[in-house]
């Protein structure tokens, strides 16, 4: 979604972000909860933002019917894990990259929540993990998949 479209009414203070590496996306999340919140590339030039399912409080969202998936075979489970409803992968990516163009042309890049409007950098400094946390993480998501 775009990211003129997310806003915080409370806990604005507890915004955080992090980095599994130095060059990597920035993932947003709650500080106190721990809760995620969405990913964002380092810079606003594409205003999008990845919307976690778990932050979203789907009866009040608006939101409409999956309209199609991607990145299937990263999936666990791999492609055949995915339901066949939506779009086709490229169809869909094609049309997220239109919209991605729209929000930048009507300057969206310009009123997010996460990034600073003046210089388009991030409201927080992101932690970049080391790479032992990077390798423990690795292990609890594995865990917590299998």
């Not at 490229?90 to 042309?105: E, P, S, T």
């Not at 600073?116 to 400094?125: C, M, S």
């Amino acid at each position: 979604m775009s990211q003129a479209h997310i806003g915080f009414t409370a806990g604005v203070d507890k915004i955080a972000a992090m980095r599994l590496s130095a060059k990597g996306m920035i993932r947003w999340y709650a500080s106190c909860c721990r809760t995620p919140i969405g990913n964002t590339l380092v810079t606003t030039a594409m205003p999008f933002v990845g919307v976690i399912k778990a932050f979203i409080d789907a009866p009040s969202t608006g939101l409409g019917p999956i309209r199609g998936r991607g990145f299937a075979k990263s999936a666990k489970g791999g492609r055949a894990a995915v339901p066949k409803d939506g779009l086709p992968e490229l169809v869909m990516i094609a049309r997220v990259l239109a919209k991605v163009l729209r929000w930048r042309l009507r300057g969206d890049h310009r009123r997010s929540a996460l990034f600073d409007a003046a210089t388009g950098q991030p409201r927080v400094v992101a932690r970049v993990l080391e790479s032992a946390e990077r390798e423990d993480l690795r292990r609890r998501c594995a865990a917590w998949r299998s």
